[in-house]
Nanobody, 118 residues
Framework: VQLQASGGGLVQAGGSLRLSCAASGPIFSINTMGWYRQAPGKQRELVAR???????NYADSVKGRFTISGDNAKHTVFLQLDGLKPEDTAVYYC?????????????WGQGTLVTVSS
C-alpha cells in the first residue's frame, strides 16, 4: 500500500489550499484517515482526522479554518485549508489506518510542504 499526497504550495496569509492524499494497493477497508503537520523545530502534531463513519476532530488551532473530508471508496482524504496563517507553515503528512491483505496498519504519505507568507 502506498499513499500519495499533493496540493501543498506557497500562499499568502488569508489564502486557501486543498490537500489530497490517495492510497493505492490491495486495500480492503478504511478505518481512519487524517493529517499531521510538522513545523521546523517542532514536534509533529495532529491537525485533523476522520473516521470511516464520518466523525471528525480537529486541533484547536485549526478549528473553523480547516475542513477534513474523505472518500472511502476511493481511499482518498482531503484537507481544505482556509484562512491560512504564517504559523500554519509546515510539512503536512497524511495517514490512513486501513486493512490490506496484511491486516490493519497505519500508512503514511510522503509529506507536502505548505508555506504561508505574511
Amino acid at each position: 500500500v502506498q499513499l500519495q499526497a499533493s496540493g501543498g504550495g506557497l500562499v499568502q496569509a488569508g489564502g486557501s489550499l486543498r490537500l489530497s492524499c490517495a492510497a493505492s494497493g490491495p486495500i480492503f477497508s478504511i478505518n481512519t484517515m487524517g493529517w499531521y503537520r510538522q513545523a521546523p523545530g517542532k514536534q509533529r502534531e495532529l491537525v485533523a482526522r476522520i473516521t470511516n463513519s464520518g466523525a471528525t476532530n480537529y486541533a484547536d488551532s485549526v478549528k473553523g479554518r480547516f475542513t477534513i473530508s474523505g472518500d472511502n471508496a476511493k481511499h482518498t482524504v482531503f484537507l481544505q485549508l482556509d484562512g491560512l496563517k504564517p504559523e500554519d507553515t509546515a510539512v503536512y503528512y497524511c495517514y490512513q489506518r486501513l486493512r490490506s491483505d496484511l491486516g490493519y496498519s497505519n500508512y503514511w504519505g510522503q509529506g507536502t510542504l505548505v508555506t504561508v507568507s505574511s
